[in-house]
């Protein structure tokens, strides 16, 4: 190769190994903030400021969801595998909420540990498959284990 | 050795305009039966003869546009930092013109991309935008997109944009590995990806098949629109020589 041309590689080289270690360094320290969402565990762990407007993801326990019989009112744990976090919501469920489903709110954190969520949003998997397939599968619930978000 | 001399010959002659021009005239009409004739298949099969999905009903049918359209908006970023740093390094007129081509169709992919994520994010998820990790930086890209178009014209050399293009593309490709992990590195709203190269795909394979149809007609679309864009690019940019008024008086 052309020492000229050979230069202007490794010039280029350096520009992109340079400017990818700067956007890693600033990402790697902005992680907490990168994260869409609190896993439960991190509101167990305490991580989670009170009185502030926070996400919190994670699996719809099975039969946890209890609706009020006279409001929209709905009261629901969210797991990880590791520690569950209940959440209050008192407006429409979207169509694919659903126990043992995935699911992140929007709300605060109260002194008792509840979640008052503003905003409830199904988070859908990546499996695709037909009703037959489904339904001789048997278990339709996507993370009924918790443990993958 | 005798080989790869050819290889060498090969790639310089393809760094000339001319005999770029002269030489994918043929080609187009071939990219555009394939692409066409791929993309009416894939969306035949994918909307009309696919199964539902068992959760999200038909609302999952807009993958068939939406996986398309954001693979091609990735791979499309790689060819045109490539196509910069080739002119960089050889100084080859036609690889900054493949770059500038590059920039147009790549923004508009993702554009497509993240419109239909927008559409398809109301019925399932409960909103049409959050600022997610995958979805925040798929919006970076479109802003390096347009942000490569608009340096394209900021200049009055030709030259000195190629070159502050090529410089821009290269310090973007930081941003396509994180695209492709933002869904395994962070906690996103935004599902990991279905269609996996080392394990097993999570998509069943009667909805896969019409999916993997409409990939291929994309990347046939992809390079059909390239080369087309490619070659109308060159044309203004060599008006002044004499195969150029050539070409145009036959065409004429």
Redesign the interface.
Known sequence: MHPARKQRLILLVLLVALSSAAVGFVTYAMRNNINYFYAPSAFAAGDVPFDRRIRAGGCVVPDSVQRAPDSLEVRFALTDGEADLEVMYDKLLPDLFAEGEAAVVTGVLMRDGTVRADQVLAKHDENYTPPEVADSMGENASCADGAKL | MGRSRLAWEWFHRLGSPRWFYHKTGAWLPWLALASLVLLAVGSAWGLGFA??????GNS?RI?YIHVPAAFLALAGYYIMAVSG?IG???KMKLSFVVMRAAAPIGAALTFIALFTGALWGK?????YW????RITSMLILLLLYIGVLALSRAFSREQVGDRACA?LA??G???IP?IYKSVD?????H????IKLTQSN???P??FYPLLTMIAGFYCFYAWTLIAHTRSLVLQREWRTQWVQQALGEGS
Do not use: E, H, R
């Open positions: 199964p539902q999905d068992a959760k999200q999952y993958i740093a960089l390094i050889w019925p399932t998820w409960g909103t959050v600022w997610d990790a410089l290269l310090v490709t930081v941003n994180i590195w962070w906690f996103t709203l599902q990991p990806a279905s999570s998509i069943d009667s909805m």
